[in-house]
């Protein structure tokens, strides 16, 4: 099988939750983690932004990034929504993807 790994970067914990439920029940994928990027010192007046990074085929990424990307439209402006597919990442990447802020059980 060939793998990818999917992105997702939105405004908002609710919205990435919301938008990657969607993503997972149209496609077979699997969270890899989940990051918040902001300053830590909340210097920046700027909502909440987080990151999901996830893995599957080729196939199933794509369908999940774009899935996700219309679900999160429901909450965000198309400005504040990014989202990237890697197709055949590097031995290693998927490892880069498990840094994560949110602890994934499974």
């Known amino acids: 099988v060939i793998m990818a790994m999917g992105f997702l970067e939105v405004a908002g914990y609710g919205t990435a939750l919301y938008a990657m439920d969607k993503a997972c029940k149209a496609t077979d994928i699997r969270i890899l983690g989940i990051d918040t990027i902001n300053p830590k010192d909340s210097s ?46 590097y031995e290693g990447t998927s490892q880069l993807g498990k840094i994560t802020k949110v602890k994934i059980k499974g």
């Open 44 to 89: 920046a007046n700027i909502p909440l932004t987080v990151q999901v990074k996830f893995e599957g085929s080729v196939s199933d990424v794509k369908i999940a990034t774009q899935t996700a990307h219309e679900a999160a439209l429901k909450f965000n402006t198309e400005q504040e929504i990014i989202t990237s597919v890697i197709d055949n990442p």
